[in-house]
């Protein structure tokens, strides 16, 4: 989903088509250059859905394997616009890891979440975000969505400019900040617009989800199946609306219901962070010797107290070829990664204390893993560049300074942390270049196969009370709870919640409506 703060973070701190990109995926290294694997997609393709025959050529596709790093690579062809199907294509990046077993029935799909998030990269990492069991039985198959690292990859700024974009200044506190902050929201829409011209348009979930489904015929499979976390699950459960019939063993991990608003996600989120937070606290406190201080409630309003310092003056940072200080948005981006995986709580101890002392440089560490930005100063991904075309395609925000005001009074009230830093991300879809072509609606998914839908109780990003309101919205849904702290369940140190969905995706057993599970 949104990398929680990332699109007021990327404010505060938020093309190459057909053959050409194809190249320039070889030329990354993505797309193998040499002999097949041996393992090849059967030429025989499935019948074209019916409805969708402006696509065959498109749907008959026959995907070439190659071997890569990390497994089989191959490049999927899909319509830029898939309502000129005959017009412009774009090459969407494929790795498939084989089943250990050497003999797959059939694959799994996989999205990281996000959105912007590399489904290719994640796909790496087969044998630790499946079960032993499921790696044994079928392949994992992974893509880079339309606009994402090696698929028509939407560039707005450079490395230099995105580091002043994601430093800069994330709750205004004057109106003059106020229009510095629109100003430069409205900045970075339009240099996404004006660089990335043919693709800026058509990054959409539902256009993703349609790919997914020419993949799902390149892969010769006649249902899909489907492993989708954190924003994977609105591209999972868009799909299942689209495409109902043809889910197969689909699960939903951190889930974004599809029928939330903008604003009931960012005080949802607003909400999540502020409870991650504080089980951090409690937990650092009840560690003894926390740097915060002695209560829960003294270390939050310690954390209060120092943003609100750097914000004022910002700490100096060592061994970084551009970013010298430690700002707010840096700040907050640092002590937000850390609520994702509650095992790097120690790690944003140690650096909070440092922060505390005056140094900044460990804090800034930790920010620049959010944003994917190396100790040499360059981005490896473009994730913080592809999520605001995404959320501003999937629906409309507010530019309007009376309306921003009034939820950040309203969010700071149910999470006094993080409200006012969420309230002032809706401004940048407000003044996005590109009018929205979606709008929140519920998905219903009549006639699909059973869909597991996963919710973590602490989860920062996806509350927990999203999972039960997607699980009540489709006709065929079981819930699966986590009773514990970070973002989404599965293979997160659970065996209750890890069995359920190994056994789900190698024999299809249909876990247990309402299961709850604790950690190991």
Not at 45 to 51: A, M
Not at 178 to 201: H, K, M, T, W, Y
Not at 234 to 246: D, E, I, K, M, N
Not at 269 to 286: H, I, K, L, N
Request: glycine share 10%; charged share 20%; with cysteine.
């Amino acid at each position: 989903m949104r990398r929680a703060l990332a699109v007021v973070a990327v404010l505060a701190l938020a093309i190459g088509l057909g053959f050409a990109l194809t190249g320039t995926l070889r030329d990354r290294g993505v797309l193998g250059g040499g002999t097949p694997s041996g393992r090849v997609t059967p030429t025989t393709p499935l019948p074209v859905p019916s409805g969708a025959e402006e696509l065959a050529t498109f749907y008959s596709q026959t995907l070439s394997w190659q071997k890569c790093t990390g497994g089989e690579c191959a490049a999927l062809t899909v319509p830029l616009d898939y309502a000129a199907p005959t017009g412009k294509t774009i090459a969407i990046a494929l790795l498939r890891v084989p089943a250990r077993s050497g003999s797959a029935r059939g694959s799994i799909v996989v999205n990281p979440g996000g959105p912007g998030g590399s489904g290719v990269d994640f796909a790496k990492l087969a044998n630790t975000i499946v079960g032993r069991s499921v790696r044994d039985d079928v392949d994992i198959v992974g893509f880079d969505p339309r606009g994402v690292a090696r698929s028509a990859p939407i560039r707005c700024l450079d490395d230099a400019q995105m580091d002043t974009y994601l430093g800069g200044e994330p709750t205004p506190d004057t109106p003059a900040e106020e229009l510095a902050f629109l100003d430069s929201a409205r900045a970075f829409g339009q240099a996404c617009a004006q660089r990335n011209p043919d693709v800026i348009g058509h990054v959409s979930t539902v256009e993703v989800a349609k790919d997914m489904d020419v993949l799902r015929a390149a892969l010769r499979e006649e249902k899909l199946s489907y492993l989708g976390m954190s924003y994977g699950t609105l591209l999972g459960a868009t799909y299942a609306g689209l495409f109902p019939t043809r889910v197969g063993r689909m699960v939903l991990d951190g889930v974004v219901a599809p029928d939330l608003t903008s604003a009931e996600v960012a005080k949802g989120q607003a909400v999540g962070f502020d409870r991650a937070t504080r089980a951090y606290v409690e937990s650092c406190v009840s560690e003894g010797k926390c740097p915060l201080g002695e209560s829960v409630d003294a270390a939050l309003t310690a954390i209060q107290d120092f943003l609100a310092r750097v914000d004022a003056t910002p700490l100096p940072v060592s061994g970084d070829p551009r970013v010298t200080e430690l700002t707010e948005g840096w700040a907050s981006m640092g002590i937000a990664v850390a609520m994702y995986d509650q095992t790097s709580w120690p790690v944003l101890t140690d650096a909070l204390a440092s922060a505390l002392r005056g140094d900044g440089t460990a804090l800034q560490r930790l920010a620049n893993y959010y944003a994917d930005r190396s100790t040499s100063g360059t981005y490896s991904g473009n994730m913080l560049q592809a999520i605001s075309a995404v959320n501003c395609l999937d629906q409309s925000d507010t530019a309007d300074l009376a309306a921003i005001h009034a939820h950040a009074v309203e969010y700071a009230a149910a999470a006094p942390l993080w409200g006012r830093f969420l309230a002032w991300g809706e401004a940048i879809c407000g003044v996005w270049p590109v009018p929205a072509t979606s709008k929140p609606a519920p998905v219903h998914a009549p006639g699909s196969a059973p869909i597991v839908v996963v919710g973590t109780t602490r989860d920062p990003a996806t509350i927990y009370e999203w999972a039960v309101q997607l699980r009540k919205q489709l006709d065929n849904a079981v819930l699966l709870t986590f009773e514990g702290d970070g973002h989404t369940a599965y293979q997160r140190g659970s065996s209750c919640i890890n069995s359920a969905i190994d056994d789900y995706f190698v024999d299809g057993t249909v876990p247990k409506d309402g299961l709850r599970c604790t950690p190991d």
